[in-house]
């Protein structure tokens, strides 16, 4: 199938710049099927979970080259890749007398190799990388196992978690419940790649997207409801604005604004009509849109 690159004309791109950082340069198609993409941290690769092969495939985005990482019918989501891409971590479901419970795996893309990492039987526990360690928060303990030598040095081991409707952060083994915006239900929480702010959505304050300190201080209201923020930097975050009829999604458009609430703006995608789960590294935008996967340079 013959790729197809969308280049934005100047005068696209000048209107596009007038009081704005972000340029974007192209968008192209890098796989025809696969959802919920989600970028290596380098910019280098993505995984996505590929109904043609009813697991997870790999693309590197250099080469353009997709393989099969895993054949898992149970893919439950919560995909993060490693800082070099070396392994990937996901959720598997799986039923026991009806009951649905959730097992945390690793995939090692070198060789293969799958390893159930957790099994968190009822609870979706929260699990985030951290200088080549995985930690999986489980309430009353961290649980955590070295998977890969393709590290970013981290200053802490954070996960983040929303707990019933709090928004909980772990440092190593202190938990505690930050909640910046009081009671509240916390959606969409992430931490910037420097680990110096926490991005999420507050439902009850009008379903916008807010910025705060690792001590859940210092709240920056960004003004607006931007869906999936993923970090692009540590300046910008990159989202969806989408609408529905209250059964489907309509319509969304890819959204960028900086953690201090300016620099809003639109991020164009021609031809495709609705982007949403966007995810992002320096310099690109991996999104999806009607099941395809889409690829955004910007600079």
């Not at 997870?56 to 898992?72: F, M, R």
């Not at 890749?81 to 893309?109: C, H, P, W």
């Not at 990159?238 to 300016?262: E, N, P, W, Y």
């Amino acid at each position: 199938m013959k790729t197809r690159i969308y280049t934005l004309v100047p005068a696209v791109l000048i209107s596009l710049c007038l009081g704005a950082q972000l340029q974007v340069t192209s968008v192209r198609k890098i796989s025809p099927n696969g959802v919920q993409p989600q970028m290596s941290r380098d910019g280098q690769h993505v995984v996505l979970q590929d109904a043609g092969v009813a697991g997870l495939s790999v693309i590197d985005i250099n080469s353009g080259e997709k393989h099969v990482v895993v054949k898992d019918n149970n893919v439950a989501g919560d995909v993060t890749l490693s800082d070099g891409g070396t392994m990937v971590v996901y959720r598997s479901a799986r039923y026991v007398n009806g009951e649905r419970y959730n097992d945390i795996k690793a995939v090692n893309r070198t060789n293969g190799e799958v390893k159930t990492l957790d099994r968190d039987g009822r609870e979706r526990y929260a699990y985030r990388f951290a200088g080549g360690r995985l930690y999986i928060a489980k309430r009353t303990s961290v649980k955590s196992q070295r998977l890969v030598t393709d590290i970013r040095p981290v200053a802490h081991a954070y996960v983040l978690a929303t707990e019933e409707d709090d928004l909980v952060l772990y440092d190593g083994a202190k938990r505690r419940v930050l909640n910046p915006n009081g009671p509240n239900i916390y959606l969409w929480a992430s931490i910037s790649p420097d680990e110096q702010h926490i991005a999420y959505m507050a439902v009850n304050d009008v379903c916008h997207t807010y910025v705060c300190d690792m001590q859940g201080k210092n709240v920056v209201d960004l003004g607006y409801y931007i869906g999936a923020p993923t970090w692009y930097n540590n300046e910008y975050l990159i989202g969806q604005q989408d609408q529905d009829d209250g059964h489907r999604m309509t319509s969304s458009r890819l959204v960028a604004v900086k953690i201090d609430g300016s620099g809003f703006q639109e991020l164009p995608t021609p031809d495709q009509s609705m982007p949403i789960n966007p995810s992002a590294s320096p310099g690109r935008v991996v999104f999806e849109n009607e099941g395809q996967i889409y690829l955004m340079e910007l600079h």
